[in-house]
């Protein structure tokens, strides 16, 4: 499975849009980006996943560049609840394992 | 719904000792997934099952043992505890592969957790 880099903290302006990057360089044309974040202490909490096009939920907007080898995760209109380890990870294939591989995440920190 | 559920939420056990987690997937999910997260440390994957067998698993020693029933729910045992085995276990469910080799977009839901403490 592919490696991600993602800075690890951030900081960003409660209101404002946080603009989370992730480069997975490696990524192979039949692996999904994933999102999760976790709040201390807790179960990570998914986000979204996309494989190629751009997608949008309830919580979040994720961009994926046309090559795949980075994306971005947008939280519109950020919260000081929005606090936590953001990680994105390229998910092995089912043959491959199927998991997520954890890395570091970035540390974000909405501040009032 | 109910989401993924773990039990218990905290155990304290002796080195050397045996510890078993519980974690009953959502419904309708046959695939569950284990993780140990130790204190200020990532998460590490540990096991993975689907549909009562085990398909993968990570890079710990055998003493980490789990199955998965046919209602399922899983659990995972730990034999000879160590004091670096205190942790917190996470426990995940998401669709199985239905037999069938699928693209890995069906969504992960993770449980709270377990607290794993060895004294």
């Not at chain 1, 394992?97 to 501040?111: D, I």
């Not at chain 2, 519980?22 to 997934?33: A, E």
């Amino acid at each position: 499975d592919a490696k991600t880099t993602q800075p690890p903290s951030m900081d960003c302006a409660e209101g404002r849009a946080a603009n989370l990057p992730c480069n997975h360089s490696t990524i192979s044309g039949n692996e999904y980006v994933y999102w999760y974040r976790q709040i201390h202490s807790q179960g990570p909490q998914y986000i979204i996943h996309g494989l190629k096009n751009n997608e949008t939920n309830e919580m979040a907007s994720l961009i994926i560049t046309e090559d795949r080898k980075s994306s971005t995760l947008i939280l519109p209109h950020a919260t000081l609840r929005d606090t936590a380890v953001y990680y994105c990870i390229v998910r092995a294939t089912y043959n491959a394992g199927n998991m997520l591989t954890f890395g570091g995440g970035t540390r974000l920190m909405v501040k009032p | 719904e109910a989401g993924v559920t773990q039990s218990p939420t905290h155990l304290i056990k002796t080195r050397g000792q045996q510890a078993t987690l519980r974690c009953s997937p959502i419904s309708g999910h046959t695939s569950v997934y284990w993780y140990q997260q130790a204190l200020g440390l990532g998460l590490q994957f540990l096991l993975w099952y689907d549909e009562g067998e085990e398909r993968n698993r990570g890079n710990f020693p055998p003493r980490f043992s789990g199955r998965q029933f046919p209602n399922y729910s899983s659990e995972l045992n730990v034999n000879a505890l160590e004091l670096e085995d205190s942790a917190l276990y996470l426990c995940a469910s998401s669709l199985g592969g239905g037999g069938q080799t699928i693209l890995s977009g069906n969504t992960i839901y993770f449980g709270e957790g377990s607290w794993l403490t060895v004294v």
